[in-house]
């Protein structure tokens, strides 16, 4: 398809120019010789890698933490405050997971060389790790990020999954991202589960029609049903948001083809097949094979945003708490 030619042609381009530039002030390596003779990337990456081995969707947890940490206020560790209306107390922290795995990280680094390594930093390489080891391929990463100070609930406008796309598209570019590397970050549902509460109205009562929505492949719809009854007696139930069982725990690009098949279960997935913007991107990953160099590189870009560098912020002592002067 020409489309889809000219958007590869397009996104190498992207890359070459993102591969040739500096990401701001942060570095490649920062911290190489800052941690006593301790590799601070390895440290990380041990503790994510005992974890992963005892339960593998910590994938999942840290892919969400990372996108919600960057999309609210900057990659600055900003979710991981703890308080009365910090930002993991907004509605749609609701079920994000992973916090003791960046405690457990942190409270290493801080043994091997206390106040050096940033909270934001761990979310950003915790990830990484994991992506890797939950079958995506692994990538390098620019540090030298910078905790902020700030963590607010009302900061919190993340798009909802009902959003249009041109709204979610309008929200990733207030974050300089464009709409391919949306898609490709949405991507990030092929692995994780979301819980009833968000795909009810698409089962019984699709914008206010009382039916199923007609955009959701019949037999799922049935299935779903079954698994969210009408009653709500299933509130907590899981459900996985890649539908092939033997890829649901895999980063691949399982997702693109079960919104193919009519399969995706959040109403912004399926919705990226339908509008004309996003639809030949979704196919061309679909059919393509080079989903996780394109998702490694568009996750790279998502770990920029607005990040604090140099003098900015501090290196919190707890990623919990804001250091006490
Ligand atoms: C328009 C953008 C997005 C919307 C509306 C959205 C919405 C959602 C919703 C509603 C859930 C289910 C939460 C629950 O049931 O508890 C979810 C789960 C998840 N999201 Fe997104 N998301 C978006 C973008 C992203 C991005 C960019 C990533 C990462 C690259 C991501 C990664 C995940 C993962 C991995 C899960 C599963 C979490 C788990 O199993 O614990 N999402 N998302
Ligand atoms: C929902 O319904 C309104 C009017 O009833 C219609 O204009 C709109 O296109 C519908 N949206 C979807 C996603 O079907
Ligand atoms: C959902 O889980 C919570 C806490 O684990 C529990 O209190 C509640 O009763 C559960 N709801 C349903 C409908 O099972
Ligand atoms: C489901 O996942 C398996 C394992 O990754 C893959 O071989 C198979 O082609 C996938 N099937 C579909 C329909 O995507
Ligand atoms: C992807 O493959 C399907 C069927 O195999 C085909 O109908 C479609 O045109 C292909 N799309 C692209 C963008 O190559
Ligand atoms: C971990 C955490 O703080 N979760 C909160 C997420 O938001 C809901 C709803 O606002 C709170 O009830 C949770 O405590």
Not at 23 to 48: P, T
Not at 178 to 187: A, D, I, N
Not at 276 to 300: C, D, E, H, R
């Amino acid at each position: 398809m020409k489309s889809s030619m000219l958007a590869a042609i397009l996104l190498a381009l992207i890359m070459l120019k993102l591969s040739t530039t500096c990401h701001g002030a942060l570095q490649w390596g920062f911290y190489k010789g800052k941690c006593g003779r301790s590799d601070v990337e390895a440290i990380i990456r041990g503790v994510v890698t005992a974890r992963f081995r005892r339960d593998p969707t910590i994938v999942a947890a840290l892919l969400r933490m990372q996108f919600h940490d960057c999309f609210v206020n900057g990659c600055d560790a900003s979710i991981l405050l703890d308080g009365r209306s910090s930002e993991k107390t907004a509605p749609p922290n609701l079920s994000v997971r992973g916090y003791d795995i960046v405690d457990e990280a942190k409270a290493a680094l801080e043994k091997a060389c206390p106040g050096v390594v940033s909270c934001a930093d761990i979310i950003v390489a915790a990830t990484r790790d994991a992506v890797a080891l939950g079958g995506g391929l692994r990538y390098e990463l620019p540090t030298g990020r910078r905790d902020g100070k700030v963590s607010l609930a009302g900061n919190v406008n993340l798009p909802s999954p009902s959003a249009t796309v041109a709204q979610a598209i309008d929200a990733f570019k207030r974050k300089g991202l464009g709409t391919v590397e949306m898609v490709l970050l949405l991507g990030g549902h092929t692995v994780g589960v979301t819980h009833c509460a968000f795909v009810m109205n698409r089962l019984y009562n699709f914008n206010g029609t009382n039916k199923a929505d007609p955009t959701m492949n019949p037999a799922l719809v049935m299935a779903l049903k079954l698994r969210c009854p009408a009653n709500g007696a299933s509130g907590n139930s899981t459900i996985n948001l890649d539908q092939n069982w033997s890829s649901a725990n895999k980063v691949d690009n399982s997702y693109y083809k079960q919104l193919m098949m009519k399969k995706g279960i959040l109403e912004i997935d399926q919705k990226l097949t339908l509008d004309s913007a996003t639809k030949y991107i979704v196919s061309w990953q679909a059919n393509g094979s080079n989903f996780p160099t394109l998702f490694n590189y568009a996750m790279v870009k998502m770990g920029t945003i607005q990040v604090l560098t140099g003098t900015q912020g501090e290196i919190r002592k707890s990623c919990r708490a804001i250091n006490k002067r």
